[in-house]
């Protein structure tokens, strides 16, 4: 028998934690619920989680934080749907630049809720056989002075320092690496990470963009890795080689 999805609730509010729980588990995801950051993190611990959905707005340690702490863990990859304030786009700047893979404004319908959910869901899954590149089968690819391993999906520095990525870096990094030294519009980054099955925010991918440059140590002024094509898109510079062997 296959194991329902399990998706982690993060939310302070005890009404949205039970109405989530019960419309989730209903359309056959199995939700687990968290108040804050502790819980949050004895339930990461207690067994797979597929996906996170993440209130920012909570008491002590906050959304934001939580998010920060979720992609310098062991955690980095799992995607994180972040429950936002309505109208309030500072936030979901933030969040989207931290890593988050998707948002939804509060108050929302649990129906796009649970369409986001499983959207995110098949943008991840589908990752390592989204194109047909004969590169796509490589346990690690290396540009510059980095290596990524493709299989527990991290970066490796020079000196062999692991750089974890979350879901949607690790996502724009593998398609800019399958289409390397050619330019690459905004819309069809859209299309390959966002999809059209979800409203997504304008400058989100410009955002994710400048997160993976910091990532990649990459000066946003005079980048090596990713430069920006003005009015058409970015291209990735550097030459892509295959691994024979993954790097960790």
């Known amino acids: 028998m296959e194991r329902n999805d399990r998706i982690l609730v993060v939310d302070d509010d005890p009404d949205i934690r039970g109405l989530l729980a019960e419309y989730l588990g209903g359309q056959g995801l199995r939700a687990d619920c968290a108040a804050e ?4 993190r004895a339930a990461l611990r207690a067994g797979p989680v597929d ?35 309505r109208g309030d786009n500072v936030d979901r700047i933030i969040g989207l630049e931290m890593g988050a893979d998707d948002y939804i404004p509060k108050p929302f319908e649990p129906r ?4 986001r959910i499983r959207a995110v869901l098949r943008r991840t899954r589908a990752l390592p056989s989204s194109a047909g590149s004969s590169e796509d089968d490589a346990p690690c690819l290396t540009f510059g002075s980095w290596r990524l391993d493709t299989v527990a999906r991290h970066l490796v520095d020079a000196r062999g320092a692991v750089t974890p990525l979350s879901g949607a870096e690790y996502a724009l ?7 390397p030294q050619r330019i690459v519009s905004r819309d069809q ?28 140590g990459d000066d946003a002024r005079e980048p090596a890795y990713i ?22």
């Open 112 to 115: 796009e809720l649970v369409a």
């Open 173 to 179: 990094l593998r398609f800019l690496l399958r289409h």
């Open 189 to 216: 980054l859209l299309a390959q990470l966002a999809g059209r099955d979800a409203e997504v925010y304008d400058r989100s991918i410009d955002l994710r963009v400048s997160r993976l440059r910091r990532r990649l």
């Open 227 to 248: 430069k920006t094509v003005r009015n058409e898109g970015y291209v990735f510079c550097m030459a892509v080689t295959p691994c024979a062997k993954a790097t960790r």
């Open 37 to 40: 950051g502790r819980q949050m």
């Open 51 to 85: 996906l996170v959905v993440l209130d920012l707005m909570l008491p002590g340690e906050d959304g934001l934080s939580l998010l920060r702490w979720l992609r310098d863990s062991e955690w980095a990859h799992l995607p994180v749907l972040m429950l936002t304030a």
